[in-house]
C-alpha cells in the first residue's frame, strides 16, 4: 500500500527538477515494494548503494531511519545530477562510480542493488559483487532486489516495461534487459562469497516478478 504523506515526501524531496524527473520518480516509487526492503535496514548503521540512481531508495532510507549514514554511487552522470540536486540530507551523499575508491574498504553494515543486474552484461556481475563484497563490513549484509524470469505473464509485463525505458525513451542506461532466473541469481551471488540467507518473491500486488536475495558475507568474523 503506497502512503500519500510518502508520495508528498518524494514530490518535495524532487521539487527542483523538471516535472517530467519527478514523475518519472513517482513512478518508480509506485512499481517497486520499497517497504519490504526498508526493513532490512532496521538497526543499520550505514549503508552503500550501488547503482542508486535518483537516489530514491536512499531518501525512503533517511525518512524510515534518519541516524542512517547512506552513500549512493552510479555510473550514469544525468540521474547523478539529479540526486545531487534533491534535498539535501544529513549523512547522505552521492558519489560518480570513478569516486568509489575514495571510500575505505570494509566500512558499511549494508550493501544494495535495487534493479542494477537485469540491466548489465552477465560478464559484469562478478565485478559489481565483488565491489559489494569490498566494501562490505565482515558481520554485513547484502540486500539485492531484481525482477526474475517468474511467472511469466509479470516477466513480459517487466521486459516491455524496461525495454521502453531503456531503447525508446531512452531514460535508463545499461545493457537490454535480462531478466534471469531465481536459480542463477543464487550461484552468482554465493560465487560472490555471499552466503543466502532468504530469498523470496516480494510481487504480491504488482504486475512485475520482484524478488529479493539477502545474504552475508562469507567467512566473517
Keep these: 500500500m503506497k502512503s500519500l504523506s510518502e508520495i508528498a515526501f518524494i514530490l518535495r524531496s524532487y521539487s527542483r527538477l523538471p516535472l517530467f524527473t519527478r514523475l518519472f520518480i513517482l513512478a518508480r516509487y509506485i512499481v517497486c515494494p520499497w517497504n519490504i526492503i526498508l526493513k532490512y535496514l532496521d538497526g543499520r548503521s550505514s549503508m552503500l548503494d550501488i547503482g542508486c540512481g535518483h537516489g530514491l531508495f536512499l531518501h ?42 575514495t571510500l575505505a574498504p570494509a566500512s558499511f553494515d549494508c550493501v544494495t542493488l535495487i534493479d542494477v543486474l537485469y540491466s548489465v552484461p552477465p560478464d559484469e556481475w562478478s565485478d559489481i559483487l565483488s565491489l559489494a563484497n569490498k566494501y562490505l563490513k565482515p558481520d554485513g549484509t547484502i540486500i539485492i532486489k531484481e525482477t526474475v524470469n517468474r511467472p511469466k505473464w509479470k516477466y513480459y509485463i517487466c521486459l516491455v516495461q524496461e525495454t521502453i525505458a531503456l531503447r525508446i525513451l531512452k531514460y535508463t542506461k545499461g545493457h537490454s534487459p535480462l531478466l534471469e532466473s531465481v536459480d542463477h541469481y543464487l550461484a552468482q551471488i554465493a560465487a560472490a562469497n555471499f552466503v543466502v540467507e532468504e530469498h523470496r518473491r516480494i510481487d504480491a500486488g504488482y504486475p512485475w516478478p520482484h524478488y529479493l536475495f539477502v545474504a552475508k558475507k562469507e567467512g566473517r568474523e
Design 60 to 101: 525512503l532510507a533517511k525518512q524510515r531511519f534518519p541516524a542512517l549514514g547512506c552513500i549512493g554511487f552510479d555510473h550514469d552522470k544525468k540521474k547523478l545530477e539529479c540526486a545531487s540536486d534533491s534535498t539535501p540530507r544529513e549523512n547522505l551523499s552521492f558519489l560518480p562510480d570513478n569516486k568509489i575508491d
